[in-house]
């Protein structure tokens, strides 16, 4: 079935055209019986006479793929990559700052799936060297506790 005012192909049994907003009629090959007059046709009447006709137009009906991209933010990336530089692996910290610094750079030029694979990849380095940290400190106190306690017991 096509529409009447763009044919276009439509659903079979449809009342009104999804792609121009037309209203279709009830029956396939039937006229409309309250047909909508067209306002655009009206605008290039040179009749002077004021137009008091009601116009009702059903809006259409808009199927895009597209979709606003979501601003990223790439501060939380930064702060905890600098707290990771600090704190816990200096390496790991460094290249989680490197990544997080070019989110910003990829959303002012408007590359939204480079800031992604920046967010994602600044992500994993500041796991990881929180990770690494953390198994360090956890590996320097064992060490530490033992050695304390191996030299407390030779002074008694």
């Known amino acids: 079935m096509n529409c009447i005012k763009c044919y ?6 449809s009342r009104f055209c999804p792609h121009c ?20 046709a009206d605008m290039n009447n040179t009749n002077t006479q ?7 137009q059903t809006p259409p009906v ?3 793929s597209y979709e606003p991209k979501k601003e990223i933010n790439w501060v939380p990336y930064l702060v905890l990559s600098i707290i990771s530089l600090v704190c816990c ?12 610094a070019k989110i910003n750079n990829a959303m002012n030029t408007g590359d939204y799936t480079e800031a992604e ?5 600044a992500k994993i380095w500041i796991i990881v060297a929180f990770v690494v940290g953390f198994f360090a400190q956890l590996i ?6 033992f050695g304390i306690m191996g030299s407390y017991y030779y002074y008694y």
């Open 89 to 100: 692996c200096p390496p790991f910290g460094i290249v989680g700052i490197v990544y997080a």
């Open 50 to 56: 004021p137009d008091t006709r009601n116009y009702y």
């Open 21 to 40: 907003g037309a209203q279709q009629p009830d029956a396939p090959g039937a006229e409309t019986t309250n047909a909508q007059p067209d306002p655009q």
């Open 117 to 121: 694979r920046c967010t994602r990849l």
């Open 62 to 64: 808009y199927q895009s």
């Open 140 to 145: 320097f106190g064992v060490l530490t506790y």
């Open 8 to 13: 276009r192909e439509i659903p079979e049994g």
